[in-house]
């Protein structure tokens, strides 16, 4: 049975990678544009916020289209480590009080792939067959 599901493993990467991206998307467009409409208030568009839109907006883009996939994985996942320590930690220790848990699960998703490369359906990988 594990030699038949590895086989697939390829496939299952890329849709980890893809659905990844799309909800990062959303963070992106909830920052820069207000859609989808956040469930409480967002902070004002300053500098911070502006570039921490775009960063998960592009970034998401870049996931899902599985272009450049490494080094924009790494970037994310540096992002999502300074983001939980910045703004969530200070709040309270436990993520589940903090809200900081998806900031964790990106932060570990996107290391992931900087390891496993992008699966299945990419940019990358259609440039490597090239």
């Known amino acids: 049975m594990q030699t038949t599901l590895s086989r697939y493993a390829p496939q299952a990467l890329a849709a980890l990678r893809i659905v990844t991206g799309l909800l990062f998307i959303q963070s992106g467009t909830q920052k820069l544009f207000g ?3 956040a469930p409480m208030e967002m902070p004002p568009l300053d500098a911070l916020m502006t570039t921490a839109g775009i960063l998960e907006a592009l970034g998401g883009l870049l996931i899902v289209l599985g272009l450049l996939i490494r080094p924009t994985a790494f970037i994310l996942c540096g992002f999502m480590a300074v983001a939980y320590w910045m703004a969530h930690a200070p709040m309270n ?3 589940a009080s903090n809200m900081g848990g998806f900031a964790i ?3 570990f998703v ?4 900087v390891f ?6 990419s940019i990358d990988g259609m440039r490597e067959k090239a």
């Open 105 to 107: 699960l990106y932060c």
């Open 35 to 37: 859609f989808p409409a």
């Open 93 to 95: 220790f436990f993520p």
């Open 110 to 113: 996107f290391l992931y792939f």
């Open 116 to 121: 496993a490369g992008p699966g299945a359906w």
